[in-house]
């Protein structure tokens, strides 16, 4: 049986980024079907669809736009068509839109997420090093609200502490001693898990056994979604 992963965050979290990188793991760990959902209709760049045939090659089939790629691709078109990839529980990635503008288009989709056997994990993306979530009372502001408007109640953080080619160690622990901090503010339900952290290769492996606190890792290479002058 899949999983459907819920992410959320504000923009520039790195929130499509984590959800490429956790697709490629899926695929990686437990082969196909996977299915991203780009619902993203707000922000035009950085979007998963744009990544649609070099993740065709792994195995994992992004559903963004309904009138695929076309002269309008950039509308806000979406196709729903993955709902029945959801009530099959197969492995879904909902990549919502930034901020709590996600939340609308994701109320579209709680009749084809009760109507499915497969367990929810509804993830929301903080970076240390963006204005919306620079401390850990605005990230714990911020799954506040989304709880206020969602249905679905966040389950989990993922600290994606980075400036972007210029990150450090030091970024990711210091967003990551953030994260833990607004996971256990009041408020929340309950105390929240540090489910992912998401780093480079590189950074991972100058940081001490034992120093990350996530349940699970996600390590890339490269940032799929940015090129090396971006």
């Known amino acids: 049986m899949g999983r459907i ?3 959320s965050g504000f923009y520039g979290s790195g929130k499509t980024e984590f959800c490429v990188n956790l697709a490629m793991k899926l695929a990686k760990t437990q ?5 991203i959902a780009d619902l993203d209709v707000i922000n035009p760049y950085f979007r998963s669809r744009e990544k649609k045939t070099q993740l065709a090659a792994h195995g994992i089939e992004v559903m963004g736009n309904a009138l695929e790629n ?3 691709q950039d509308l806000p078109a979406v196709s729903f068509a993955f709902t029945s990839r959801i009530v099959r529980a197969q492995n879904v990635i909902l ?3 930034g901020g709590e503008a ?3 288009l994701l109320a579209l989709c709680y009749r084809a997420i009760e109507a499915g056997a497969a367990p929810v994990e509804f993830l929301c993306v903080v970076n240390l090093f963006r204005p919306e979530t620079n401390s850990a009372a605005k990230m714990a ?3 506040r609200k989304i709880n206020g408007m969602s249905k679905l109640a966040v389950t989990g953080l993922v600290n994606n502490g980075h400036m972007l080619h210029d990150t450090t160690a030091a970024h990711v622990l210091a967003s990551q001693q ?3 901090e607004a996971a256990k503010m009041p408020g929340l339900g309950a105390a929240l898990p540090l489910r992912y952290t998401m780093l480079r290769r590189d950074i991972y492996e100058g940081i001490a056994p034992g120093e990350i606190k996530s349940q699970e890792v996600l390590v890339f290479e490269k940032l799929a979604m940015r090129e090396s002058w971006q």
């Open 5 to 7: 992963y819920i992410v």
């Open 31 to 35: 082969g196909g079907p996977i299915t």
């Open 70 to 72: 076309s002269m309008g």
């Open 102 to 104: 996600g939340i609308k």
């Open 95 to 97: 990549d919502l839109a």
């Open 141 to 143: 502001e911020f799954v």
């Open 178 to 180: 953030a994260a833990l």
